[in-house]
């Protein structure tokens, strides 16, 4: 259906033209009249179905403009997601002139407190500063109308489900309330029925958790071996741009510069790096000079770039809800996309449990051989010839072509050419430090640390730093709360092999 078909107001139609939409996605289709009719909505899809603008559009149509306060709040699990809401919010918002402004941890909340004393509409946020300026009284609940929670899912599996239903608690009881999410826990259920009134669900879910136009593989391989698999991989595919998924920082960092010494254009996003610094890559990535951006889980989660081609899942997700979130960064806006999962033989169990929970198809395939890469090398670089023969662009070249042809074979000449324009394509020798392997939780006997009394989970926090929390005290707290350094790295080191 065509959004003009939809009887929105001609300013959001304006808009909407403006950015290039003309065919509403199936869940803008189905959750757009049940939320303009002011329904609570839980919206289960995929990630990059279009969900701000089938969450926005309804939000948009209801702000009241001559209300200098804030009407409209949306959670998001991380500041590059947050980022992300808002800019489409306000190109959507654009002509009625709607102000939307995000704020987020680890940025300077000075500068944020300036932006929200200019009035804005609507707040995209992530729960830890969201809380941090309640505090402060920079941002008033009591005004707000609309509350949505995207890709609530991941911001449960970050901890944030005691900060969601403190700020649930706090908005006013008659508001309207839209929950998106990619899967639907219990303990998120529990959310929605405790906080939601008779929400309307809208399911564009598939057969499958995982999008259809995204072929899933799985390699067979040592952990000592990943690097190899990767690059013969690479070589094969030639990625136009890729996600690479590392378990910590540590293997982003190592991953990072072994790509980069191999030749790729690689580069790594954790916790660890300051805002600034994410920024440059993510920008770098969208723009291409980056080919393969290497990150971990909570630093890739609201990354939305368009033309990622591949996903690596370098390690094995520990959960299938990690699994649909990753490969979910391809096959976006109905782009075919592929995934490849490494995994060490005894991973395979592991793997299979996703497979079977994500209701998907993950076809393994043994690791290529270093001929086969060298054939599929080799033929890419025929073909970059006969590209530069069509377009003439030998011509100020023909001249020595003559001299060498004087003097060798013409297959040694070519042969030659082939070489001198390949890329360097030795094996990596870099050696990564080793992670332990992922085994299925649900097979094994061995109770792990986490089900113990007093037992710790390791996480990265709201701001995307690492944080141990006990289990028993949920996901609370700001954001803007100092992590807990000090224990983090150390729970950090004793959680490495030897």
Do not use: C, W
Not at 105 to 124: C, F, M, N, T, Y
Not at 356 to 379: C, F, H, M, W, Y
Not at 425 to 440: I, S
Request: charged share 30%; aromatic share 4%; hydrophobic share 35%.
């Amino acid at each position: 259906m065509k959004f003009n078909e939809l009887d929105l107001p001609l300013e959001l139609l304006e808009s909407i033209e403006k950015m290039g939409f003309e065919e509403a996605t199936p869940i803008q289709e189905q959750v757009l009249p049940v939320a303009r009719e002011g329904h609570d909505v839980i919206g289960q899809a995929q990630t990059g179905t279009g969900k701000t603008t089938a969450f926005g559009l309804p939000m948009l149509e209801k702000i009241d403009m001559d209300n200098p306060n804030v009407q409209a709040l949306v959670l998001a699990p991380t500041r590059e997601l947050a980022v992300q809401v808002a800019d489409e919010l306000t190109r959507l918002g654009r002509n009625k002139k709607v102000k939307t402004v995000a704020v987020y941890g680890g940025a300077d909340i000075s500068r944020q407190i300036r932006e929200l004393k200019s009035r804005p509409q609507i707040v995209v946020a992530t729960p830890g500063r969201y809380m941090d300026h309640t505090r402060r009284r920079t941002i008033r609940p009591a005004s707000i109308e609309t509350v949505v929670l995207d890709e609530a899912d991941e911001m449960l599996s970050m901890g944030f489900v005691e900060d969601i239903e403190a700020i649930l608690e706090e908005v006013p009881d008659e508001r309207q309330t839209l929950l998106f999410s990619a899967t639907m826990p219990t303990r998120l259920k529990k959310v929605s029925d405790r906080f939601m009134k008779d929400p309307k669900t809208v399911s564009v879910k598939a057969k499958t958790l995982t999008v259809d136009n995204i072929e899933q593989f799985a390699v067979k391989v040592p952990e000592k071996h990943k690097l190899l698999a990767l690059t013969r991989i690479i070589e094969l595919e030639d990625p136009e741009l890729a996600i690479i998924f590392g378990r910590t920082k540590r293997r982003v960092d190592e991953l990072s510069e072994a790509l980069e010494h191999q030749g790729y254009a690689a580069a790594g996003i954790h916790g660890d790096l300051k805002q600034a610094q994410r920024t440059n890559v993510l920008r770098r990535f969208k723009q291409g000079s980056v080919k393969f951006l290497v990150a971990t889980d909570v630093a890739a989660r609201g990354i939305d770039v368009s033309g990622v081609s591949h996903v690596f899942n370098f390690d094995i997700p520990q959960e299938s809800e990690s699994y649909v979130h990753r490969i979910g960064r391809t096959g976006r806006a109905g782009q075919s996309g592929k995934a490849y999962t490494f995994a060490a033989p005894i991973e395979m169990d592991h793997l299979s449990m996703i497979e079977r929970e994500t209701k998907g198809k993950i076809k393994t395939i043994d690791l290529p051989t270093k001929e086969e890469a060298s054939d599929v090398r080799q033929s890419r670089l025929a073909d970059e010839l006969v590209k530069v023969i069509q377009s003439n662009g030998q011509a100020n070249f023909e001249a020595t072509a003559e001299k060498l042809l004087q003097s060798y074979d013409a297959k040694d000449v070519v042969a030659a050419a082939l070489a001198s324009i390949q890329n360097d394509t030795k094996e990596p020798m870099k050696t990564l430090t080793g992670e332990r392997p992922v085994v299925n939780k649900k097979r094994s006997k061995a109770p792990s640390s986490k089900h113990k009394k007093g037992g710790r989970r390791f996480y990265e926090d709201r701001d995307g730093r690492n944080r141990n929390r006990r289990r028993s005290s949920g996901g609370g707290g700001g954001g803007s709360r100092g992590p807990q350094s000090s224990g983090g790295r150390r729970q950090d080191r004793r959680r490495q092999p030897r």
